[in-house]
Protein backbone atom coordinates (compact mmCIF):
# COMPACT_ATOMS: atom_id res chain seq x y z
CA UNK A 1 0.00 0.00 0.00
CA UNK A 2 3.18 2.75 0.21
CA UNK A 3 2.24 3.37 -3.36
CA UNK A 4 -1.36 4.60 -2.39
CA UNK A 5 -0.31 6.25 0.84
CA UNK A 6 1.76 8.03 -2.15
CA UNK A 7 -0.90 9.24 -3.91
CA UNK A 8 -3.07 10.19 -1.30
CA UNK A 9 0.07 12.37 -0.38
CA UNK A 10 0.12 13.97 -3.65
CA UNK A 11 -3.88 14.19 -3.65
CA UNK A 12 -3.38 16.84 -0.37
CA UNK A 13 -0.67 19.06 -2.35
CA UNK A 14 -3.29 19.56 -4.62
CA UNK A 15 -5.04 22.42 -2.44
CA UNK A 16 -2.38 23.14 -0.47
CA UNK A 17 0.69 23.73 -3.00
CA UNK A 18 -1.00 26.56 -5.06
CA UNK A 19 -0.93 30.42 -4.88
CA UNK A 20 -3.60 30.97 -2.25
CA UNK A 21 -4.75 34.01 -0.55
CA UNK A 22 -4.82 32.62 2.69
CA UNK A 23 -8.18 33.71 3.99
CA UNK A 24 -8.31 36.84 2.40
CA UNK A 25 -11.88 38.15 1.80
CA UNK A 26 -13.65 37.81 -1.22
CA UNK A 27 -17.30 38.12 -2.40
CA UNK A 28 -16.87 35.76 -6.01
CA UNK A 29 -14.70 33.38 -6.74
CA UNK A 30 -12.86 35.39 -9.55
CA UNK A 31 -11.51 37.82 -5.95
CA UNK A 32 -9.29 34.52 -5.41
CA UNK A 33 -6.10 33.72 -6.96
CA UNK A 34 -6.02 30.72 -8.53
CA UNK A 35 -6.40 26.94 -6.61
CA UNK A 36 -8.73 29.03 -4.14
CA UNK A 37 -12.52 29.76 -4.08
CA UNK A 38 -14.99 32.41 -1.95
CA UNK A 39 -16.32 30.30 0.64
CA UNK A 40 -18.66 32.12 3.34
CA UNK A 41 -16.61 35.21 2.01
CA UNK A 42 -13.09 33.78 2.65
CA UNK A 43 -10.74 32.73 0.06
CA UNK A 44 -9.87 28.93 0.62
CA UNK A 45 -8.49 26.51 -0.54
CA UNK A 46 -9.82 24.18 -3.14
CA UNK A 47 -9.14 20.93 -1.09
CA UNK A 48 -11.88 22.96 1.04
CA UNK A 49 -14.62 22.21 -1.43
CA UNK A 50 -17.09 19.96 -1.01
CA UNK A 51 -17.58 19.23 -4.37
CA UNK A 52 -14.66 18.01 -5.67
CA UNK A 53 -15.71 14.68 -6.73
CA UNK A 54 -14.86 12.62 -4.19
CA UNK A 55 -17.83 11.91 -2.07
CA UNK A 56 -17.40 11.58 2.12
CA UNK A 57 -15.81 9.19 3.70
CA UNK A 58 -17.98 6.29 4.93
CA UNK A 59 -17.90 2.61 5.58
CA UNK A 60 -16.56 -0.05 2.96
CA UNK A 61 -19.76 -1.13 2.37
CA UNK A 62 -21.18 2.38 1.63
CA UNK A 63 -18.92 2.40 -1.55
CA UNK A 64 -21.65 1.37 -3.96
CA UNK A 65 -24.57 2.77 -1.89
CA UNK A 66 -22.58 6.37 -2.88
CA UNK A 67 -22.09 5.57 -6.61
CA UNK A 68 -25.50 4.73 -7.32
CA UNK A 69 -27.51 6.19 -9.46
CA UNK A 70 -24.64 7.98 -10.43
CA UNK A 71 -22.51 6.32 -12.01
CA UNK A 72 -22.30 4.88 -16.02
CA UNK A 73 -21.72 1.17 -15.71
CA UNK A 74 -20.04 1.38 -19.08
CA UNK A 75 -17.84 4.10 -17.43
CA UNK A 76 -15.26 2.09 -15.63
CA UNK A 77 -13.78 2.53 -12.54
CA UNK A 78 -12.42 5.95 -11.43
CA UNK A 79 -9.16 6.68 -12.08
CA UNK A 80 -6.94 9.28 -10.34
CA UNK A 81 -4.00 11.06 -12.32
CA UNK A 82 -1.97 13.41 -9.64
CA UNK A 83 1.81 15.00 -10.26
CA UNK A 84 3.74 17.37 -8.06
CA UNK A 85 7.12 19.21 -9.68
CA UNK A 86 8.12 20.83 -6.67
CA UNK A 87 11.39 22.98 -6.24
CA UNK A 88 12.97 23.88 -2.51
CA UNK A 89 15.63 26.26 -2.74
CA UNK A 90 17.01 27.68 1.15
CA UNK A 91 20.09 29.77 1.85
CA UNK A 92 21.13 29.04 5.51
CA UNK A 93 23.25 32.26 7.27
CA UNK A 94 25.77 31.12 9.44
CA UNK A 95 27.34 33.15 12.62
CA UNK A 96 31.38 33.57 11.57
CA UNK A 97 31.25 32.02 8.21
CA UNK A 98 29.57 32.18 4.73
CA UNK A 99 26.02 30.95 3.90
CA UNK A 100 24.96 27.81 3.20
CA UNK A 101 22.86 27.11 0.60
CA UNK A 102 20.93 24.11 -0.68
CA UNK A 103 18.36 22.51 -3.24
CA UNK A 104 16.20 19.99 -4.20
CA UNK A 105 14.00 19.43 -7.37
CA UNK A 106 11.30 16.60 -7.50
CA UNK A 107 8.88 15.27 -9.49
CA UNK A 108 6.11 12.40 -8.87
CA UNK A 109 3.20 11.76 -11.26
CA UNK A 110 0.97 8.58 -10.38
CA UNK A 111 -2.13 7.07 -11.65
CA UNK A 112 -4.44 4.31 -10.09
CA UNK A 113 -7.82 3.13 -10.57
CA UNK A 114 -9.83 3.67 -7.38
CA UNK A 115 -10.75 7.01 -5.69
CA UNK A 116 -10.16 9.02 -2.27
CA UNK A 117 -12.59 9.10 0.30
CA UNK A 118 -12.15 11.93 2.94
CA UNK A 119 -13.59 13.91 6.20
CA UNK A 120 -12.89 17.30 5.67
CA UNK A 121 -13.47 20.52 7.79
CA UNK A 122 -12.26 24.35 7.60
CA UNK A 123 -10.77 25.50 11.23
CA UNK A 124 -9.92 29.36 10.75
CA UNK A 125 -7.15 29.07 8.04
CA UNK A 126 -6.96 25.66 8.34
CA UNK A 127 -7.68 22.51 6.14
CA UNK A 128 -8.13 19.27 8.10
CA UNK A 129 -8.59 16.19 5.97
CA UNK A 130 -8.92 12.45 7.50
CA UNK A 131 -8.46 10.84 4.08
CA UNK A 132 -8.17 6.75 2.85
CA UNK A 133 -7.94 5.40 -0.61
CA UNK A 134 -10.71 2.96 -2.14
CA UNK A 135 -9.43 1.17 -4.50
CA UNK A 136 -11.54 -0.49 -7.44
CA UNK A 137 -13.81 -3.54 -7.06
CA UNK A 138 -12.75 -6.29 -8.93
CA UNK A 139 -14.12 -8.02 -12.04
CA UNK A 140 -14.89 -11.68 -11.31
CA UNK A 141 -14.22 -12.30 -14.53
CA UNK A 142 -11.65 -9.57 -15.83
CA UNK A 143 -9.79 -8.29 -12.88
CA UNK A 144 -8.92 -4.87 -11.62
CA UNK A 145 -8.56 -2.52 -14.33
CA UNK A 146 -4.79 -2.46 -14.08
CA UNK A 147 -2.89 0.94 -15.64
CA UNK A 148 0.62 -0.49 -14.86
CA UNK A 149 2.78 -2.82 -12.98
CA UNK A 150 1.84 -2.79 -9.11
CA UNK A 151 -0.17 0.17 -7.54
CA UNK A 152 1.37 2.88 -9.06
CA UNK A 153 2.70 1.94 -12.65
CA UNK A 154 6.39 0.83 -11.76
CA UNK A 155 8.91 2.07 -10.03
CA UNK A 156 8.91 3.53 -6.39
CA UNK A 157 5.55 5.01 -6.87
CA UNK A 158 4.52 0.92 -7.90
CA UNK A 159 5.99 -2.45 -7.99
CA UNK A 160 8.78 -1.70 -10.06
CA UNK A 161 8.82 -5.75 -11.41
CA UNK A 162 10.47 -7.05 -13.95
CA UNK A 163 9.23 -6.02 -17.26
CA UNK A 164 6.95 -3.95 -15.84
CA UNK A 165 5.29 -1.04 -17.71
CA UNK A 166 6.88 2.32 -16.63
CA UNK A 167 4.97 4.87 -14.20
CA UNK A 168 3.74 7.32 -15.46
CA UNK A 169 6.07 10.44 -16.65
CA UNK A 170 5.79 14.29 -18.61
CA UNK A 171 9.42 12.89 -20.21
CA UNK A 172 12.49 15.40 -19.78
CA UNK A 173 11.44 18.21 -17.50
CA UNK A 174 13.51 21.64 -17.30
CA UNK A 175 13.53 23.98 -14.37
CA UNK A 176 15.03 27.37 -14.69
CA UNK A 177 15.54 30.47 -12.21
CA UNK A 178 19.20 31.25 -11.56
CA UNK A 179 20.34 28.26 -13.88
CA UNK A 180 18.74 25.86 -15.57
CA UNK A 181 17.92 22.24 -14.20
CA UNK A 182 17.02 19.19 -16.50
CA UNK A 183 14.76 15.97 -14.94
CA UNK A 184 14.87 13.25 -17.07
CA UNK A 185 12.61 9.95 -15.85
CA UNK A 186 14.28 6.71 -15.48
CA UNK A 187 13.34 3.13 -17.43
CA UNK A 188 10.52 2.68 -15.06
CA UNK A 189 8.90 6.11 -15.31
CA UNK A 190 10.54 7.40 -11.74
CA UNK A 191 12.79 10.50 -11.36
CA UNK A 192 15.59 10.84 -9.40
CA UNK A 193 15.40 14.20 -7.37
CA UNK A 194 17.96 16.96 -8.89
CA UNK A 195 20.24 18.06 -5.52
CA UNK A 196 22.56 21.18 -5.30
CA UNK A 197 24.56 23.19 -2.82
CA UNK A 198 23.30 26.46 -4.70
CA UNK A 199 19.86 28.37 -4.23
CA UNK A 200 18.00 28.07 -7.19
CA UNK A 201 16.30 31.90 -7.13
CA UNK A 202 16.94 34.80 -6.11
CA UNK A 203 13.93 36.57 -6.01
CA UNK A 204 15.20 38.28 -9.65
CA UNK A 205 13.30 36.11 -12.08
CA UNK A 206 10.20 33.49 -11.63
CA UNK A 207 10.56 29.95 -11.73
CA UNK A 208 10.46 28.68 -15.17
CA UNK A 209 9.06 24.83 -15.56
CA UNK A 210 8.56 23.01 -18.69
CA UNK A 211 7.88 19.24 -19.23
CA UNK A 212 7.91 18.09 -22.76
CA UNK A 213 5.44 15.68 -22.17
CA UNK A 214 5.00 11.82 -22.76
CA UNK A 215 2.18 9.43 -20.67
CA UNK A 216 1.48 13.06 -18.49
CA UNK A 217 0.43 15.43 -21.51
CA UNK A 218 3.44 18.77 -22.30
CA UNK A 219 2.76 21.63 -19.65
CA UNK A 220 4.84 25.08 -18.96
CA UNK A 221 4.16 27.06 -15.64
CA UNK A 222 5.72 29.61 -14.00
CA UNK A 223 5.79 31.26 -10.51
CA UNK A 224 7.25 33.34 -8.06
CA UNK A 225 10.23 31.96 -6.15
CA UNK A 226 9.15 32.54 -2.41
CA UNK A 227 10.98 35.23 -0.29
CA UNK A 228 12.55 33.69 3.21
CA UNK A 229 10.52 34.03 6.02
CA UNK A 230 11.40 34.41 9.75
CA UNK A 231 8.98 32.67 12.33
CA UNK A 232 8.85 34.63 15.62
CA UNK A 233 6.44 32.90 17.40
CA UNK A 234 6.81 29.98 18.58
CA UNK A 235 10.47 30.09 17.21
CA UNK A 236 10.14 26.40 16.14
CA UNK A 237 8.42 23.59 16.38
CA UNK A 238 11.35 21.46 17.55
CA UNK A 239 10.49 19.81 20.93
CA UNK A 240 7.38 21.86 21.53
CA UNK A 241 4.47 20.50 23.56
CA UNK A 242 0.89 22.08 22.53
CA UNK A 243 -1.75 22.64 24.56
CA UNK A 244 -4.75 20.36 22.49
CA UNK A 245 -7.19 23.17 23.93
CA UNK A 246 -5.44 26.18 23.35
CA UNK A 247 -5.41 28.07 19.91
CA UNK A 248 -1.99 28.47 19.26
CA UNK A 249 -0.34 31.59 17.86
CA UNK A 250 1.36 32.59 14.84
CA UNK A 251 3.98 35.03 14.26
CA UNK A 252 6.93 35.78 11.67
CA UNK A 253 8.84 38.51 9.80
CA UNK A 254 6.04 39.96 7.26
CA UNK A 255 7.06 39.47 3.86
CA UNK A 256 5.08 40.23 0.62
CA UNK A 257 4.80 37.35 -1.87
CA UNK A 258 4.48 34.00 -1.03
CA UNK A 259 2.28 31.92 1.34
CA UNK A 260 3.46 30.85 5.21
CA UNK A 261 2.45 27.22 5.22
CA UNK A 262 2.36 24.90 7.92
CA UNK A 263 1.65 21.30 7.32
CA UNK A 264 1.29 18.31 9.88
CA UNK A 265 -0.13 14.95 10.17
CA UNK A 266 -1.96 13.91 13.22
CA UNK A 267 -1.98 10.55 14.70
CA UNK A 268 -5.83 9.71 15.42
CA UNK A 269 -7.18 9.45 18.88
CA UNK A 270 -8.75 5.54 18.11
CA UNK A 271 -6.38 3.02 17.60
CA UNK A 272 -7.96 2.14 14.31
CA UNK A 273 -8.64 5.83 13.59
CA UNK A 274 -7.83 7.61 10.10
CA UNK A 275 -4.29 10.25 10.82
CA UNK A 276 -5.86 13.71 9.49
CA UNK A 277 -3.86 15.79 7.36
CA UNK A 278 -3.69 19.36 8.34
CA UNK A 279 -2.37 22.67 5.63
CA UNK A 280 -2.68 26.09 7.41
CA UNK A 281 -2.22 28.67 4.87
CA UNK A 282 -1.21 32.64 5.55
CA UNK A 283 -0.57 35.89 3.25
CA UNK A 284 3.18 36.29 4.11
CA UNK A 285 2.69 39.84 4.32
CA UNK A 286 0.20 39.42 7.63
CA UNK A 287 2.88 38.45 9.82
CA UNK A 288 0.78 36.88 12.34
CA UNK A 289 -1.85 34.24 12.20
CA UNK A 290 -3.32 31.47 14.75
CA UNK A 291 -3.50 27.51 14.38
CA UNK A 292 -7.54 26.82 16.13
CA UNK A 293 -7.22 24.71 19.11
CA UNK A 294 -10.32 22.80 17.07
CA UNK A 295 -7.72 21.49 14.72
CA UNK A 296 -6.80 18.87 17.08
CA UNK A 297 -9.83 17.78 18.60
CA UNK A 298 -9.38 14.11 17.03
CA UNK A 299 -5.76 13.85 17.83
CA UNK A 300 -3.70 11.49 19.94
CA UNK A 301 -2.13 12.81 23.22
CA UNK A 302 1.76 12.21 23.54
CA UNK A 303 3.04 11.06 19.93
CA UNK A 304 5.37 13.33 18.54
CA UNK A 305 4.54 14.39 14.71
CA UNK A 306 6.29 16.37 12.10
CA UNK A 307 5.35 19.80 12.01
CA UNK A 308 6.18 21.03 8.18
CA UNK A 309 6.90 25.02 8.14
CA UNK A 310 7.55 26.85 4.63
CA UNK A 311 7.20 29.91 2.15
CA UNK A 312 5.21 28.34 -0.41
CA UNK A 313 4.34 29.88 -4.05
CA UNK A 314 2.29 27.56 -6.90
CA UNK A 315 0.21 27.21 -9.54
CA UNK A 316 -2.31 24.15 -10.06
CA UNK A 317 -2.62 22.99 -14.17
CA UNK A 318 -5.44 20.41 -15.28
CA UNK A 319 -4.51 19.08 -18.34
CA UNK A 320 -5.69 16.66 -20.98
CA UNK A 321 -6.56 13.21 -19.64
CA UNK A 322 -7.89 14.24 -16.36
CA UNK A 323 -4.22 15.09 -14.80
CA UNK A 324 -3.82 17.65 -12.28
CA UNK A 325 -0.55 18.82 -11.96
CA UNK A 326 0.64 21.17 -9.36
CA UNK A 327 3.88 23.03 -9.60
CA UNK A 328 5.65 24.93 -6.56
CA UNK A 329 8.50 26.65 -4.98
CA UNK A 330 9.66 25.99 -1.13
CA UNK A 331 11.81 27.93 1.38
CA UNK A 332 12.43 26.49 4.79
CA UNK A 333 11.45 28.78 7.45
CA UNK A 334 13.87 29.53 9.54
CA UNK A 335 13.94 30.66 13.69
CA UNK A 336 14.60 33.99 14.63
CA UNK A 337 18.08 33.62 15.32
CA UNK A 338 18.83 32.02 11.54
CA UNK A 339 20.45 28.97 13.50
CA UNK A 340 18.30 26.65 12.48
CA UNK A 341 14.79 25.42 10.84
CA UNK A 342 11.72 26.31 12.53
CA UNK A 343 10.16 23.22 10.94
CA UNK A 344 10.42 20.07 13.62
CA UNK A 345 8.78 17.32 15.61
CA UNK A 346 6.21 18.77 17.81
CA UNK A 347 3.96 17.28 20.34
CA UNK A 348 0.13 17.08 22.20
CA UNK A 349 -0.21 17.04 25.55
CA UNK A 350 -2.34 18.43 28.39
CA UNK A 351 -0.37 20.63 30.35
CA UNK A 352 0.35 19.61 34.23
CA UNK A 353 -0.76 21.63 36.86
CA UNK A 354 2.37 23.36 37.84
CA UNK A 355 2.54 24.81 34.34
CA UNK A 356 -1.00 25.96 34.62
Known sequence: MRGVRRLIALLGALGSLGAC????????????????????????????APDLGTPDFGPPDDFGADLAGDADMDAGPPVLRRGAVVAKSQSVEVAGGEPRASSEITAEFAEVVGEERCVRRTVGDCSVAACVFVPAPVDADMGIADLGAGEM??????????????APNAGFITVAALATYGLMPAADGTYDPVRNNEPLWDGSRDVAVEAEGASVPRFTLSIPP???????????????????GADLPLRWTPVEGSVLRVAFTLPPAEEDGTPSE??????SARGEGVIGAEVFRDASLGVDFEVSVESSSGRLEALPGGWEVVVAARSDVRAVDAESVASGAARLDRPTEAAR
Open 21 to 48: AGGAECALDTDCPLVTICMDGRCRSVAD
Open 226 to 244: PPQLRLIEPPRFAALTLDP
Open 153 to 166: GGGEMGGGEMGAEP
Open 278 to 283: VTCLYE
